[in-house]
Nanobody
Framework: QVQLVESGGGLVQAGDSLRISCVAS????????MGWFRQAPGKEREFVTA????????YYADSVKGRFTISRDNAKKTVYLQMNSLKPEDTAVYYC???????????????????WGQGTQVTVSS
């Protein structure tokens, strides 16, 4: 079992920056591929970004590429999402997710993740 706890969400203005974090417990963190998803009201949960176990590779949705950065600290069992140049359309609940399988799964899809956090709200005002 893996427990994920997000923090750092809040209300910001367009153009601002925000960093959210996700702390994991219950399993060796370095064995987990980690991802961030978001879900706006009335919309499906969508992929934002993912990072491989060692942190050597990262992947981004086109909508956030160049503005968001994912990173991880395996010693702290934490994954971060640095969000710059925020836009109102970035408003959503942001979820941290963990893929605990040893084989490849398409990281863009929620079904590829085994564990989820409770989410943290990010609201960007115009």
């Amino acid at each position: 079992q893996v427990q994920l706890v997000e923090s750092g969400g809040g209300l910001v203005q367009a153009g601002d920056s925000l960093r959210i974090s996700c702390v994991a417990s219950g399993r060796t963190f370095s064995s987990l591929t980690m991802g961030w998803f978001r879900q706006a009201p009335g919309k499906e949960r969508e992929f934002v970004t993912a990072i491989t176990k060692s942190g050597g590779n990262t992947y981004y949705a086109d909508s956030v590429k160049g503005r968001f950065t994912i990173s991880r600290d395996n010693a702290k069992k934490t994954v971060y999402l640095q969000m710059n140049s925020l836009k109102p359309e970035d408003t959503a609940v942001y979820y941290c997710a963990a893929d605990a399988q040893p084989y490849y799964r398409d990281r863009r899809y929620p079904r590829s993740y085994d564990y989820w956090g409770q989410g943290t709200q990010v609201t960007v005002s115009s």
